[in-house]
């Protein structure tokens, strides 16, 4: 009987390049780059040709501006929104949707290599800590479920016009985990993901019990005095 391979073949497609990395989507961002050649591309058409992922990557996209512990209450209301969208579809199990007057909405040339150049640089970071991990995550899709549902309440949380440090901060680095670790199939990132989400509910539930407190205390003030 001819011994076992030490390193017998991975099921499927391969996950990881020579290095042990994952596959690296900032390398597939600049060969999309080159593909496209400077020349107006549909939303539609991209999102088709990232093979569905470019959900994900649009979601950290929509998370990076938000990490930092400054809140953006401008902008947080739309691009909660659409992280909620987003992150209902991804619960549901269903393809995320846009409407098809985005998909029709064509890219310049100049701007769209600009901003696949952008993204591969931010990715590449972003790799650097990814690696396929606790794969039960990634291949069950109760998982998909619970970091979309995840990403839907984050959504919501980042919503809220706080002009609180962290407001923003917190829901968008659960939004960036939870993204991060779908497109590199990282179950590590997922985990890291829910601790972000509980410590969310952690400071809002701070915020809204002290707010509470600190309006008693005025009432009581203001009663106390008249």
């Known amino acids: ?26 390398a597939e961002l600049r060969e999309l780059m080159r ?35 400054i809140p ?20 549901l199990d269903k393809k995320p949707w846009l409407p098809e007057r985005w998909l029709r909405r064509e890219l310049p040339g100049h701007a769209l290599a600009k ?3 952008a993204t591969s640089q931010i990715m590449r970071g972003i790799e650097y800590f990814l690696r396929p991990r606790f794969g039960f995550v990634p291949n069950h899709a109760v998982f998909g479920r619970i970091a979309g549902f ?16 962290f407001s923003n901060s917190l829901p968008a680095w659960t939004v960036l985990f939870l993204a991060a670790g779908a497109l ?9 993901g829910c601790a972000s989400f509980a ?3 952690v400071f809002f539930s701070l915020v809204v019990f002290g707010g509470m407190a600190a309006f008693d205390n005025l009432w009581r003030l203001v009663s106390g005095g008249i």
């Open 184 to 192: 590199g199939r990282d179950g590590l990132f997922f985990f890291a």
């Open 72 to 91: 953006l209450p401008g902008f947080s209301l739309p691009f909660g929104l659409a992280v909620t969208l987003l992150g209902t579809r991804l619960a």
């Open 115 to 117: 901003l696949l150049g």
């Open 150 to 165: 995840l990403i839907a309440l984050s959504g919501l949380m980042l919503m809220l016009p706080l002009p609180l440090p």
């Open 199 to 201: 410590l969310s509910v």
């Open 1 to 26: 009987m001819n011994p076992a391979p030490s390193n017998p073949p991975p099921a499927g497609p391969p996950l990881v390049g020579g290095n042990g990395r994952p596959s690296v989507f900032s």
């Open 35 to 69: 593909r496209f050649d400077d020349r107006p591309v549909s939303v539609g058409a991209l999102l088709e040709a990232t093979q569905g992922r470019g959900y994900h990557l649009g979601l950290i996209l929509i998370a990076l501006p938000f990490v930092g512990p």
